[in-house]
């Protein structure tokens, strides 16, 4: 059971632009929803995290929205770079007896172009 | 990633061998998880260990099995090997609850 979608599979940005990928989840029980970032060849890498008592959290050019009655949280990233070409993944997780497994989305490939 | 490393790196093996990965850690951090990333399914877990000795699979666990006597290491084994076990398997630490995970940076694992 794919408890995170994430879409879309793949994002092709501009330069400047801005970069927006989006996850739904589904079980009411999640409590942090973290993005990761990974480059070719490496593991991936905590971006930034949101709880869900609050609907967004901004470190510098990347944001969390989160809408708990919706079920679906997206991460904006402003002012897309060259560098910012990754693959992304979302992910969600509770607390309690579920040792911080982290339920992850399928990941969205982000090219951004010069 | 500082603190967590996996070995080998890049390992091809022939089908019906049994191979082990090993993910090394010194965080200290009582969580580790093993994941297979193949795409179009993102990351799914393996297996996790949330102390020595204590195990317990994921939703991808079937052909796979772990072990963990000391805190540092947690080694997956593939009983025998299928091409289906084609991937690229990450180790992951974390401090639990809701902390978010460290990877290591992967063992690509090609089975002919």
């Known amino acids: 059971q794919q408890q995170v979608k994430q879409s879309p599979q793949s994002l092709i940005v501009q330069k400047g632009g801005i970069s927006i990928i989006n996850c739904a989840y589904e079980n009411t029980a999640f409590d942090y929803f973290p993005w990761y970032q990974q480059f070719p060849g490496k593991g991936p890498a905590l971006l930034i995290a949101i709880r869900p008592d609050v609907s967004e959290k901004k470190e510098g050019r990347f944001t969390i929205s989160f809408n708990k009655s919706a079920k679906q949280f997206s991460l904006h990233i402003m002012d897309s770079q060259p560098g910012d070409s990754a693959t992304y993944f979302c992910a969600a997780s509770f607390g309690g007896t579920s040792y911080g497994k982290l339920t992850f989305g399928q990941g969205t490939i982000l090219t951004v172009h010069p | 990633d500082a603190g967590i490393t996996q070995s080998p790196r890049h390992k091809v093996t022939e089908t019906g061998t049994p191979v082990t990965l090993r993910c090394h850690q010194t965080?200290?951090?009582?969580?580790m998880y093993w994941y297979r990333q193949d795409p179009g399914h993102g990351l799914r877990l393996i297996h996790y260990?949330?102390?020595?000795?204590?195990?317990d699979k994921g939703e991808v666990s079937d052909g796979y099995s772990v072990s963990r006597s000391k805190t540092e290491d947690f080694l997956l084994t593939l009983e025998s090997a299928t091409s289906s076990q084609t991937s690229v398997y990450f180790c992951a630490i974390s401090r639990g609850g809701n902390y978010g995970y460290t990877f290591g940076s992967g063992t690509r694992l090609t089975v002919v």
């Open positions: 260990s949330y102390g020595v000795k204590d195990t």
């Open positions: 965080e200290n951090h009582r969580y």
